[in-house]
C-alpha cells in the first residue's frame, strides 16, 4: 500500500480547519438585528365641543364618564385598554370590577387623576372637562343623542383607539334594528306610544334615538321633535295625548296612576303598560351598541300591547284634536343626564 503523498494530506487538513473556523465564527455570530417596530402615529380627533384633541399615540390607559362610551370601547373590543369607569357603566359585567370615579356629574378628579390615564372620554355635559384639561388629562367629549350621533360617536371613539373601520359595529346595530322592526305585526303599527326616561316626568321625544326607534318600528311618538329630544313634560301632556301604549322603567313606575289625571289614561285602564326591569332600561336609555337589543324589547312590548286596529283610528281621531293644547302643556327643560 502505498503511503498517501502530503499534498493531499495538507488538502484534507486545510478543508478541516476551514470547517472549523466557519463553525466557531457561527457559533460566535451575533444575531442580526430585527426590524425595529413603527413608531406610534400620534391621533387627532375633533370631539363634540368642537375641539382637536392630539394625542401622541393610540391610547392604553381610558378612564370614561359616560356608560354608552364605555359601552363603545368594548364593542369594539378594546375593553381592556378602560382603567376606570363612571359609576353607572355595568356592562360588560366585568366593568363594574374597574375603579369607579363617580358620575358624569360628580366625577371624583383625584381619583381619576391618579389612574394615570392618557385620556378621558365623557359627555359634553359634564364639568369635568376644564378641571382635568387643567391638570393635563386629555379630554374627549362625545354625547350621542340620536341614531346618527351613534354612528358618528363609533367613528370618532374608533379614531381615538386607532380602531380600523368602527363602522362594522353600526351595520351590526343597524341590521339588528331593522330585523326588530319586521317582527312587528302590522296590527300593531301606528300605536301611538308614551316613553318615559325618568321621573319628572321626563320622556323620550321624536328627535331622541329612542324617539327614531320607535319611529322605524312602526309607532308613533306622541311627543313631537319639536319638543326637543328629552323633554320635561306636564303630566297634564300625556293625559291630553292619551297614548295607547305606556312604556317605562320599574324605577320610575310607582304612583304612576296617581299623578294628576293619569288614572283616566287607557293605556292604564286596559293595562297596556310595558314596565321595563332595571337591566332592560340601562338597555334601552343608553345610545350605543346594544340599541338593537332595546329595539328588540320595544318591538315585543309593541306586538304584545298594541290595541286593535279600530281603536288606534280611534285613537288617532282624538288625538289630533287635542295636539295643539297638548304641546302647550310640555317643557323644553334640558331633559334627562346623558347616559
Known amino acids: ?19 472549523l473556523l466557519l463553525m466557531f465564527s457561527l457559533a460566535n455570530a451575533q444575531p442580526l438585528p430585527s426590524a425595529q417596530p413603527p413608531a406610534p402615529q400620534p391621533v387627532r380627533v375633533t370631539d363634540d365641543r368642537g375641539r382637536t384633541v392630539v394625542l401622541p399615540r393610540a391610547p392604553q390607559r381610558i378612564v370614561s364618564l359616560l356608560p354608552s362610551l364605555s359601552e363603545t370601547v368594548c364593542a369594539l373590543e378594546q375593553c381592556q385598554r ?16 374597574l375603579p369607579q370615579v363617580g358620575g358624569g ?21 359634564s364639568r369635568a372637562a376644564a378641571r382635568l384639561e387643567a391638570l393635563g388629562v386629555p379630554v374627549v ?8 350621533d351613534v354612528q358618528r360617536v363609533l367613528g370618532k371613539v374608533g379614531q381615538v383607539l386607532g380602531v380600523p373601520d368602527a363602522q362594522r359595529v353600526w351595520r ?6 331593522q330585523a326588530a322592526a319586521q317582527s312587528v305585526p302590522p296590527e300593531a303599527r301606528g300605536a301611538r306610544v308614551y316613553f318615559e326616561v325618568n321621573r319628572g316626568p321626563y320622556g323620550a321625544g321624536a328627535s331622541s334615538f329612542i324617539g327614531e326607534t320607535l319611529t322605524r318600528l312602526g309607532a308613533r311618538n306622541i311627543l313631537p321633535a ?18 295607547d301604549i305606556i312604556m317605562v322603567g320599574a324605577r320610575s313606575v310607582e304612583g304612576l296612576a296617581e299623578r294628576p289625571g293619569w288614572h283616566a289614561l287607557t293605556a292604564l285602564r286596559q293595562e297596556r303598560l310595558c314596565v321595563f326591569t332595571p337591566t332592560e332600561s340601562d338597555v334601552l336609555v343608553r345610545p350605543g351598541p346594544r340599541m338593537a337589543e332595546g329595539a328588540r324589547l320595544m318591538a315585543r312590548c309593541l306586538s304584545d300591547k298594541a290595541p286593535r ?4 283610528r280611534a285613537g288617532a281621531a282624538v288625538q289630533a284634536g287635542q295636539g295643539a293644547s297638548a304641546a302647550a302643556s310640555a317643557s323644553t327643560a334640558p331633559g334627562v343626564p346623558a347616559r
Open 1 to 19: 500500500m502505498k503511503p498517501t503523498p502530503p499534498k493531499r494530506i495538507l488538502i484534507v487538513v486545510a478543508v478541516l480547519l476551514g470547517l
Open 82 to 97: 378602560l382603567v376606570g369607569v363612571d359609576r353607572y357603566s355595568n356592562w360588560p359585567a366585568h366593568l363594574t370590577q
Open 105 to 125: 356629574l360628580d366625577p371624583n378628579i383625584e381619583a381619576i387623576v391618579a389612574l394615570r390615564p392618557e385620556v378621558v372620554l365623557m359627555a359634553t355635559s
Open 141 to 148: 367629549a362625545l354625547e350621542p343623542k340620536s341614531h346618527a
Open 172 to 177: 351590526v346595530i343597524d341590521a339588528g334594528v
Open 226 to 243: 319639536a319638543l326637543g329630544p328629552f323633554p320635561k313634560l306636564n303630566p297634564e301632556f300625556v293625559v291630553r295625548a292619551n297614548p
Open 309 to 312: 286596529p279600530q281603536a288606534l
